[in-house]
């Protein structure tokens, strides 16, 4: 079974910064597309942030030069760097894997962000 746990996340104020975690088991990691997601109250889910099995990485339009994707295929984790933190990236976060051997997406619990004025 394909577990993504996720930590990080909490309360920051304007300018600050936030790093979410996202662990996964029970999955080829390395053979995994890894992203970060986020929805807002009332709000469509939006992607954030997606790094390949081989590196390259993705950025919204509203991240970009803010955030920052890495993974380290070792620990199984995928990281999200978050930089200058604004009121408008106040959302629930979410973990996500496509594994590129079944084709399966996966999710993990979501993770709380909340940037105060």
């Known amino acids: 079974q394909v577990h993504l746990v996720q930590s990080g996340g909490g309360l920051v104020q304007t300018g600050g910064s936030l790093r979410l975690a996202c662990t996964a088991s029970?999955?080829?990691?390395?053979?995994?597309?890894m992203g970060w997601y986020r929805q807002a109250p009332g709000k469509q889910r939006e992607l954030v942030a997606t790094?390949?099995?081989?590196?390259?990485?993705n950025y919204a339009d509203s991240v970009k030069g803010r955030f920052s994707i890495s993974r380290d295929n070792a620990e199984n984790t995928v990281y999200l760097r978050m930089n200058s933190l604004e009121p408008e990236d106040t959302a629930v976060y979410f973990c996500?894997?496509?594994?590129?051997?079944?084709?399966?997406?996966?999710w993990g619990q979501g993770t709380q962000v909340t940037v105060s004025p």
């Open positions: 790094i390949t099995t081989g590196g390259s990485t």
């Open positions: 029970g999955i080829s990691f390395s053979r995994a597309h």
């Open positions: 996500n894997a496509e594994s590129t051997v079944t084709n399966y997406i996966y």
